[in-house]
């Protein structure tokens, strides 16, 4: 048998990674194609509230810590986005937002509706630990700029857009 060349070398995506960004991709894309933009973000909005807090409660364990605080918070959504291949850093934070910039979409092709797990992950861990988030996704790449600007407000009450999320 000839070695064959491994397609994924070129990109370094192993077989689950590259897998699993396939079939979401490909799924929010078919989503928004057979049922329009707003319901396919509602339908990622659901995955994404699960997907947050199963996350949120492996970081709180690997803290040893019933609540994270908002450095930890920033910390965990840095690290989860790394971990699926995306570039996040911290611009800023306090105890009033955090704000994070990202200059490598994990999800590099495909629906803007993935935005919104994006929004449900950062909201839910944000909102479970802090009590509150506001989920500002201001620019994204996957809606065509070529960085994310995402601003978690962690005071209710303050004008500002996004998208609420409760502890």
Sequence with gaps: MLDQPDPRAATGDDDRTGFLHDLITDLATVLEENLGIEEAEGLIALVGARTGRAFDAEYRDAAGTPRLDPDAVAGALVDL???????????????????????????????????????????????????????????????????????????????????????
């Design 81 to 167: 986005k790394r971990r699926i291949g995306a570039g996040f850093r911290v611009v800023d934070i306090d105890e009033t937002a955090i704000v994070l910039t990202n200059d490598r979409c994990p999800f590099h092709r495909g629906s803007e509706a993935l935005c919104m797990m994006t929004s449900n992950v950062f909201g839910r861990i944000a909102a479970d630990n802090l009590g509150y988030a506001r989920v500002d996704l201001q620019e994204t790449i996957l809606r065509g700029a070529g960085a994310c600007r995402v601003v978690i407000d962690l005071v209710p009450g303050q004008a500002g857009r996004g998208r609420e999320y409760f502890g």
